[in-house]
């Protein structure tokens, strides 16, 4: 249902929809998922609440493991869990390592729980100026990723504000200006244009500008783009450079 960390696919409201990417995932996994786990989520409502309520029912039947709740407090859905645990994501999943015979990264990461993100925030990455990604053994040009502070970004065309319906995001890829209840007119910006604003590594994102909304892009994402692990990346450079 979104990120907050992903400027193109914001979390989704409840009157709003999933990325057109997004969906025959989730309908995928909600028909074939073994076994789910979740984490932190009261499955409250969502349309993605079935990933995990239709493997649970798929293993009443022995065909599915079914699903595993951890949360701190009770949900409407534990009675139908396979697996219920009450605790901390972090300490649960910790508890988990050492069960698996990782003991010795479950003890690295209670000493140093922060993740090591790219030094550089300027990244060659295989993917064109659209941001998808080149396709296996392109021999085109690797496009230069530069979120250093004061770079011109622009979402990546294919973005899902309009479909998540975040009030404060509504005017990003807006075709028509809109009048707010107070009588105040919000200009539309189909462009999605942006610069980055700074690098935060204590929340371990990129702050960034985008049509007078303040974003954040995680860090992550570089590590994903140099890999090319995603199909389209969130935001590229308005005029990015490639590789000589």
């Known amino acids: 249902h979104g990120s907050w960390y992903d400027p193109s696919n914001p979390v989704v409201k409840y009157g709003g929809s ?25 499955l409250g409502g969502l349309n993605a609440d079935q990933v995990a309520t239709d493997a649970a029912e798929r293993s009443c039947h ?3 493991l079914g699903s ?3 949360n701190l407090q009770q949900t409407p859905q534990d009675g139908k869990m396979t697996l219920r645990l009450f605790g901390k994501s972090d300490e649960v999943l910790l508890k988990l390592m050492q069960e698996l015979g990782m003991g010795q990264a479950a003890e690295k990461l209670k000493r140093n729980p922060k ?18 990604r080149l396709p296996a053994g392109s021999t085109n040009p690797r496009m230069w990723l530069d979120l250093r502070p004061g770079q011109a970004i622009k979402l ?10 975040q009030p404060a995001y509504m005017h990003i890829g807006a075709t028509k200006d809109r009048k707010t209840r107070d009588g105040r ?3 539309a910006c189909p462009d999605g244009f942006g610069i980055v604003m700074d690098r935060d ?3 371990s994102c990129f702050q960034l500008n985008v049509e007078g909304a303040v974003m954040s892009l995680g860090l992550w994402w570089l590590d994903a783009a140099m890999r090319g692990a995603v199909e389209v990346l969130p935001v590229v450079n308005r005029q990015p450079a490639f590789e000589a």
């Open 115 to 132: 993740p090591v993100w790219p030094s550089t925030s300027r990244v060659l990455v295989p993917y064109d100026a659209n941001g998808a």
């Open 68 to 70: 595993v709740m951890i």
């Open 201 to 203: 590594e204590k929340a």
């Open 156 to 165: 990546h065309p294919g973005h899902n504000i309009q479909g998540a319906q």
């Open 18 to 42: 999933l990325h057109d990417r997004a969906y025959p995932w989730m309908v995928d996994d909600a028909r074939t998922a073994d076994l789910v786990i979740v984490l932190g989520t009261s």
């Open 185 to 187: 007119v919000i200009k």
């Open 62 to 64: 022995g065909e599915a």
